[in-house]
């Protein structure tokens, strides 16, 4: 297997079977006691994919690992794989952060590195010494008591040259993940059961979840889709639950673009604790034909009335059923929130869509050029995002929004973080545009203050980023970033004027609303004064979209 790729439709095909894969190297005086790094790296990836280990030992030794190895794998869900997204390094000063349920009585570290042992401080800030199951030469296994004490603990571990880590758990809760798509009548999926061991590349897929906790009180709130090999966030969706169904919670939909993705499924315990599951899959080509029918064994209740598109690509256009309850934006952060928020944009359907008329001509422009909108989900924003919006598609109405011409991608400006709602693969049309623009709404920081337009400005500019619908072809590409704030968090001047130096992007600022008057701050921003825009109104916001649309059309 000296060749990755011409393994990689074999490593796809192990890892849609769901085998756990345990990658052994038994060393000897004639092998050696490691592998080269280059010839083991792929190998490790596709056992931590399937949701195995990587061991090394040498033939004396192995019966003595396995025989404190495989007691612990039952039941066994994965905690995190951290080596996996940092080209199997263990860095000095890299922690690890793993969450712990009130339910989990330990939890096991498998690692193989050339030096050093695992380091442990558990939710109460203490160091704690785990015990150590096995240990022979690179490789130990350690097992950590956390029956006391429930939370996030940090693990560490600093070695040179590769360094390989497993973190599991085999408590009573256990999450099975399973796929589904979407179907032209019902866009959202929520009728489709779990059908598919791993995801289809370049379509709409559902992931969906059954929680197998016996004895004891446990819920999934939401999951996060990310790069296992960057660690680089895709997407999030809350988890809606139905019944009738064997994987009784579903997602948004979303696409996989990537050679692999990664699960993070947060839930809850009774006692309100928060807990991770984490897997991993390989997008595997599509080999079936969706239905064009939905699904007639429909459940006759529905916990969510609503599922809304987080995808980093689309395939169909979704559905206009109608949407009666506005999901709240799924977070980690304690739900402290108040629930008496007005949020007047989501009075709307979300897959319904009218289009704005302010700066719109009779034939929209089929002119080709890549835009990213970075708009302001702030504490400043709370009443003005459905303004902003609005006005986002109404700049864009004028043009032809299309793969082919118009491309358009959404990343909301948080005041904590930032997130790719939308790529530039992602959305194929002017009603598709509306929808991701509305989704805004569910990565809201009402309640917080500030804005990251720095991490904004990096998404932009990420290798995922640009790989997912950046055409190199062209030369017109834009951010417009839409904020009620000039009260940034870092100064975002060098990286915007990176942005801009490159040739990546330009950039136009347009600040709205009584905390986005500055006109110096935006301008150190955008390409200069004539890519500079600010209102204090309505009327005034949506009359900036002619001035914009001649920008756009005089950089093609």
């Known amino acids: 297997m000296s060749s990755s790729s011409l393994n990689a439709p074999k490593f796809s095909e192990i890892s849609n079977t769901k085998i756990s894969v345990n990658l052994v190297y038994v060393s000897s005086k004639k092998c050696g006691s490691a592998p080269p790094d280059s010839a083991m790296f792929p190998l490790a990836r596709l056992a931590y994919t399937s949701g195995g280990n990587v061991i090394f030992t040498d033939s004396e030794n192995l019966t003595k690992y396995l025989h404190a190895y495989l007691p612990t794998v039952y039941s066994k869900s994965i905690l995190a794989n951290p080596t996996l997204h940092s080209n199997f390094a263990c860095p000095v000063n890299k922690d690890w952060h793993v969450q712990v349920d009130s339910n989990t009585a330990s939890f096991f570290v498998a690692t193989t590195s050339t ?37 996030v603990y940090t693990l560490s571990l600093a070695s040179p040259g590769a360094c390989y880590a497993h973190v599991y758990t085999g408590n009573k809760a256990k999450v099975f993940a399973s796929f589904a798509l979407t179907s032209p009548n019902d866009s959202n999926g929520s009728h489709n059961d779990g059908e598919f061991l791993s995801p289809c590349r370049g379509v709409a897929n559902i992931a969906t979840f059954h929680l197998h906790a016996a004895h004891v009180k446990e819920s999934l709130l939401f999951v996060e889709g990310y790069n296992p090999e960057t660690n680089l966030k895709l997407f999030h969706s809350e988890l809606h639950r139905r019944i009738n169904c064997s994987f009784e919670y579903y997602s948004a939909p979303f696409v996989c673009n990537t050679e692999t993705l990664g699960l993070a499924v947060h839930g809850v315990d009774e ?60 977070t980690t952060r304690p739900p402290t929130k108040s629930t008496t928020n007005s949020r007047p944009s989501t009075n709307h359907p979300l897959a319904s869509s009218t289009k704005p008329t302010a700066g719109t001509t009779a034939a929209p422009s089929s002119l080709r050029f890549d835009v990213v909108f970075l708009v302001d989900v702030s504490q400043d924003a709370k009443d003005l995002l459905n303004d902003m919006i609005k006005f986002a598609g109404s700049l864009m109405s004028a043009f032809e929004v299309s793969q082919d011409n118009a491309r358009a991608a959404v990343v909301s400006v948080g005041a904590l973080d930032s997130n790719a709602i939308g790529s530039l693969n992602a959305i194929s049309s002017q009603e598709m545009l509306d929808q991701y623009l509305k989704m805004l709404f569910q990565y809201d920081e009402f309640d917080e203050q500030g804005q990251d337009i720095v991490g904004a400005l990096r998404i932009t500019v990420f290798d995922d980023f640009l790989k997912s619908g950046y055409r190199k072809d062209i ?35 347009v600040g709205y609303g009584p905390q986005a008057t500055d006109k110096k701050a935006l301008q150190r921003i955008s390409g200069g004064e004539k890519c500079t825009f600010s209102a204090n109104n309505k009327d005034s916001l949506y009359g900036h979209a002619p001035a914009i649309q001649a920008l756009i059309k005089e950089a093609r």
Not at 132 to 143: E, F, I, M
Not at 290 to 299: D, M
Not at 480 to 506: C, H, M, R, W
Request: charged fraction near 20%.
């Open 115 to 151: 030096f050093g042992s695992v380091g442990v401080i558990d939710p109460k800030d203490r160091i704690i010494m785990p015990t150590v199951l096995y240990k022979v030469g690179r490789t130990k296994l350690y097992r950590i008591n956390s029956s006391n004490s429930s939370g």
């Open 271 to 330: 006692a309100g604790q928060p807990f991770k599951r984490q897997e991993i899959f390989f997008c595997r080509t599509r080999t079936i034909e969706v239905s064009t029918t939905a699904a007639t064994n429909k459940p006759p209740t529905i916990a969510s009335s609503s599922s809304k598109a987080v995808s980093t690509k689309a395939s169909t256009s979704p559905s206009t059923k109608p949407i009666t309850k506005p999901p709240s934006k799924p």
């Open 475 to 509: 030369n017109n590409h834009l951010i417009i970033y839409v904020t009620a704030t000039t009260n940034f968090n870092e100064d975002p001047q060098a990286v915007a004027q990176k942005i801009l130096s490159d040739g990546t992007y330009g950039i136009v600022t």
